[in-house]
DNA sequence: GTCTATAGCGGGATAGAC
DNA sequence: GTCTATCCCGCTATAGAC
């Protein structure tokens, strides 16, 4: 997640601990004192190395959207069929937030809290060109009836809303629960292939006299129209 | 959502302007400070009528959760046939937190922050008994092939995402396009009418040959089999 | 009831010795 | 580089005057 040359040992251990802490617990929730007890270092040293609490807080910031962008913005810019394509989508930010389980509460309180200041970061990433690439990829599909009219951005805050909420009711329901927190990485893993089904069935339009057969072949409606 | 009988017009005060900063900000991010001055009263005063910060906190997260609580079980007991009883959930999701836009943010965190104190209070609300009740429905419909089969606690995490996310995505959302808190309201009333399109189109099942054409009858497959 | 004043704590940051 | 000591601030809570 970082780059670590040219960092001596005392420096890396205050950003790990740092960064764990952060997004476990957000900004205001971390003391530079906690820090400093996590790395086994003093309070001094770490104003030392990153002049005060925030600036390493930015850092880590940063690292974060860079780690959730890339591995997204990725899956989403494959040649892939659609559906796989949506289901490469889904799995990346299942491997994301598997590994940064924190990460979606963490953006959205630190963006409550400071809109302005963290909204070029955002913007930085050009988001918009994306949208623009799945909006073509949905629009063509629609055209050629492989899916159901869909309106892109209601379908994208869809796919968003399935995504990313399970991670951020974790704490919720393994309270509730008792489950422990591979118990409910293991729901996780199961629930991720039934949204997988669960937004194909969605987009996937009912057959129609005159249709094209290969168009539902996979997913549904195989005993129709034979 | 406050019993207002026998309290001084400052204890409401109070008490109105700690709910705004509290689900709004919180409970770390509000200090007894801020709640004195958005009440016009001295600490003091908020110190005499809630013995501390956190009682007066508790009251608040109590009410909060009952008001969720309270809309969204009365909505799930209905006898409606399923399909326009899963459009009342969401629509009693969306009544609730249009009404109390930052609350799923603001209970994640607080249970993030203390689980088992918080935990015991969404006990007392039973979530288990209305969770049978719908696992029941949902296993007649799909026994009567009205439904695919639907892994219960599957789906209902889809509901919740689907409906809750949204509210928590306001602040990026805004941010990121400029839009006003109106706005997304407009939006969200759209989009609300395509998340339930969208759950009903993944629920129906395939037409198949030989099965009762009425349950497909209003939503998808019109022309087929005819 | 309501206020002012203050106790007492924990926070971020830094000075200065080594 | 690293540490200890300390400054100064904002917080919650309460004591005590009125």
Redesign the interface.
């Known amino acids: 997640m970082f780059n670590t040359r040219n960092t001596t040992d005392v420096q890396r251990r205050i950003l790990t601990a740092a960064t764990d802490l952060f997004i476990r617990?957000g900004f205001?929730?971390t003391s530079v004192r906690d820090i400093a007890a996590a790395s086994d270092a003093s309070v001094a040293m770490v104003n030392y190395y990153f002049r005060s609490k925030y600036t390493l807080f930015e850092m880590i910031f940063e690292d974060a959207l860079d780690a959730l962008f890339e591995r997204v913005f990725k899956s989403l810019h494959s040649e892939l069929p659609f559906f796989e394509l949506l289901e490469a989508w889904i799995n990346s930010y299942y491997e994301i937030l598997m590994e940064y389980p924190?990460l979606p509460?963490f953006?959205?309180?630190e963006?409550?809290?400071d809109?302005?200041q963290l909204?070029s970061r955002?913007?930085k990433r050009e988001?918009y060109s994306v949208y623009r690439l799945l909006e073509k990829r949905i629009n063509d599909e629609a055209q050629k009836q492989l899916i159901?009219e869909t309106?892109v951005h209601?379908?994208i805050?869809?796919m968003?809303?399935?995504c990313?909420?399970?991670f951020?009711?974790r704490?919720?329901a393994t309270?509730?629960t008792g489950a422990s927190n591979d118990d409910y990485n293991d729901m996780l893993n199961?629930?991720k292939k039934?949204?997988v089904t669960?937004?194909i069935?969605?987009?996937t339009p009912?057959?129609?006299?005159g249709v094209n057969e290969a168009a539902f072949s996979s997913f549904?409606?195989?005993?129709?129209l034979t």
Do not use: G, T, W
């Open positions: 617990n205001r929730a924190q509460i953006i959205l309180n963006i409550n809290q809109p302005k909204m955002m913007m988001p159901r309106p209601d379908f805050l869809n968003l809303s399935l990313v909420f399970p951020m009711f704490n919720l309270s509730l199961e629930h039934y949204v669960f937004i069935n969605a987009l009912p057959p129609k006299r549904s409606c195989e005993e129709v």
